[in-house]
């Protein structure tokens, strides 16, 4: 069976580093994303990435401070995110695709599989 196992969320202050990682069993994947979602808000898009070679693809609000990137083995697949602010503090969630190719990578609708969550917490 497909699994999907969020870790690397905690608490840290404005400014600090995280890295988030997603273990993927059961099978691979090409395209993968990472989404968040605060409490009463909508679960948003945050990076997307397809291939072995890694196109990556990120919401605005993230870009220049996120990278999303995979292991070869396509196993686990890592978020990492700088200069982080209070506003990016959700409940950040892994996603995998059966699609090997989507042109919207926000579309939440086109992911398959969802893990649990990993909760990042940001002070001011």
């Known amino acids: 069976q497909v699994q999907l196992v969020e870790s690397g969320g905690g608490l840290v202050q404005t400014g600090d580093s995280l890295r988030l990682s997603c273990a993927v069993s059961?099978?691979?994947?090409?395209?993968m994303g990472w989404f968040r979602q605060a409490p009463g808000k909508e679960r948003e898009f945050v990076a997307g990435?397809?291939?072995?070679?890694?196109?990556?693809y990120y919401a605005d609000s993230v870009k220049g401070r996120f990278t999303i990137s995979r292991d070869n083995a396509k196993t686990t697949v890592y978020l990492q995110m700088n200069s982080l602010k209070p506003e990016d503090t959700a409940v950040y969630y892994c996603a995998a695709s059966s699609l090997g190719y989507i042109s919207d990578y926000s579309r939440r609708a086109l992911y398959d599989y969802w893990g649990q969550g990993t909760q990042v917490t940001v002070s001011s």
């Open positions: 059961g099978r691979t994947f090409t395209t």
């Open positions: 990435i397809r291939g072995s070679v890694g196109y990556t």
